[in-house]
């Protein structure tokens, strides 16, 4: 079942801008992944944060975590065209991926 | 980073015919191969799990001898969709965990392969 929805559903912006995707959850977690998705292909990993960390920095990606709230944004700073995809949380439940829940993602597009 | 691959990348076939989509892990050995299904404009969807030498265990509501799953070996798994018919046409995209890497948080990252698409006429 689902467990981690995304925030908004759809987000356009210009290039330069930040993009700020939300993703929440229901049950507790071990770790909680950000995937990139181009259209038509594969997934990405983009960044793992763990349940006792609360922010991550990779690049111009920016991921915190608040556990209290079950929740988790990805920022995308200086946004470029080539940023344009959708954006996926995902959940673990354990150590071991065993049970790994996609949110619906984020369709992020990053205009000229 | 570890690689995986899926062949074919895209196929069409008519309804009621079987189709075999293979995953490989290029650089790596992957006792654990995951197999998910992603309609259009939706996220992905966890089918089965795909164990080596072992049972694939299979998500609620996903049918085993509809969607055949193979693990002969520590590198492939294989997702066979017998008799298909046009609501199966769908993106199947496979992933597997590093087993070897001596880093324990490997195990967390799932490695994705490129997809196959599916259309059943």
């Known amino acids: 079942s689902q467990q981690g929805e995304e925030d908004p559903q759809a987000l356009s912006i210009q290039e330069g801008e930040n993009a700020t995707m939300n993703c929440s959850y229901k049950?507790?977690?071990?770790?909680l992944q950000w995937y990139r998705q181009n259209s038509g292909r594969g997934l990405v990993h983009l960044i793992l944060?763990?349940?006792?960390?609360r922010e991550k920095h990779s690049g111009r990606l920016r991921v915190t975590l608040d556990t209290s709230k079950k929740s988790s944004s990805l920022l995308i700073t200086a946004s470029r065209a080539a940023d344009t995809a959708s954006y996926f949380c995902?959940?673990?439940?354990?150590?071991?991926?065993?049970?790994?829940?996609f949110g619906p993602g984020t369709r992020l597009s990053v205009l000229p | 980073g570890a690689v995986v691959s899926q062949h074919p990348s895209w196929v069409i076939c008519k309804s009621g015919t079987s189709v075999k989509i293979e995953c490989r892990s290029l650089?790596?050995?992957?006792?654990?191969m995951f197999w998910y299904r992603q309609f259009p404009k939706q996220s992905l969807m966890l089918m089965a799990t795909?164990?080596?030498?072992?049972?694939?265990?299979?998500e609620q509501g996903v049918e085993k001898d509809k969607f055949l799953i193979n693990h002969a070996s520590l590198t492939l798994s294989t997702l066979t969709v017998t008799s298909a018919h046009p609501e199966d046409s769908s993106f199947y995209i496979c992933?597997?965990?590093?087993?070897?890497?001596?880093?324990?948080?490997?195990?967390?990252?799932?490695?994705f392969g490129p997809g196959t698409r599916l259309t059943v006429l």
């Open positions: 992933s597997a965990r590093d087993q070897t890497s001596g880093s324990f948080f490997s195990y967390n990252e799932q490695f």
């Open positions: 049950t507790s977690i071990n770790n």
């Open positions: 944060i763990r349940s006792n960390e």
């Open positions: 995902a959940t673990a439940l354990d150590n071991y991926g065993q049970n790994f829940v």
């Open positions: 650089d790596f050995q992957a006792t654990t």
């Open positions: 795909s164990n080596e030498g072992s049972k694939a265990t299979y």
